[in-house]
C-alpha cells in the first residue's frame, strides 16, 4: 500500500512538532498531578499567555 504525503511549509512543520510535543509533556504533567491543575502550569507547557480573570 502506497503512503500518501502531504507538503507543508518547514517553519509550519517546525511548529506542528513543537506543539505534539508540548501536548506530550502537558499530558506527562496532568497525569502525575494529583489533585488539580494550575492555570498558569497550563500555559507555561503549552506555550502562551494566561489572561488574569476577574473573581
Excluded at 499530558?27 to 502525575?32: G, I, P, T, Y
Aim: charged share 40%; aromatic share 10%; glycine share 4%.
Amino acid at each position: 500500500m502506497e503512503e500518501k504525503m502531504i507538503t507543508i511549509p518547514v517553519e509550519e512543520y517546525k511548529k506542528l512538532l513543537e506543539a505534539n510535543v508540548r501536548i506530550s509533556a502537558f499530558a506527562d504533567f496532568v497525569n502525575r498531578e494529583k489533585y488539580h491543575v494550575d492555570r498558569e502550569d497550563c500555559g507555561k507547557y503549552l506555550g502562551f499567555d494566561v489572561i488574569k480573570v476577574e473573581d
